[in-house]
C-alpha cells in the first residue's frame, strides 16, 4: 500500500515537498506508522532527536481531516496527515 503522509506545521522540516511517501506492506495501525515514520527520520537525519520527538508528540489525521487515534487502521492506498503541537506543547 503506498501512504501519502501530509506534513504540517513544524514536520514541514521532514522534507523539500509538503508530503512524504511510504510503501507499506500490509494493514497497520497508527502507532505502527508512528513507528515507520520515526524509522525514516531515523535513517535520513542521523536519529534528530527533535525530529522524532516531533513525530512522537503529534497526532494523525485521515484523508477527512478527522483526528485519529493510534489504534486507527490503514488498510487501503490513503493520505494521512501528521500535525505537531503548536508552540511546543
Known amino acids: 500500500m503506498k501512504i501519502k503522509l501530509e506534513l504540517f ?28 515514520v520515526i524509522n525514516y527520520l531515523d535513517k535520513n537525519f542521523k536519529g534528530n532527536e527533535n525530529f ?3 513525530v512522537k508528540n503529534s497526532v494523525f489525521c485521515s484523508e477527512d481531516n478527522n483526528i485519529v487515534s493510534d489504534d486507527f487502521k490503514i488498510i487501503k492506498n ?7 503541537p503548536i508552540g511546543g506543547g
Open 52 to 54: 522524532i520527538k516531533i
Open 78 to 84: 490513503q493520505k494521512i496527515g501528521i500535525i505537531p
Open 9 to 36: 506545521g513544524a514536520s514541514r522540516d521532514f522534507s523539500n515537498k509538503e508530503f512524504l511517501e511510504f510503501n507499506i506492506k500490509q494493514k497497520m495501525e497508527i502507532k505502527d506508522f508512528r513507528k515507520e
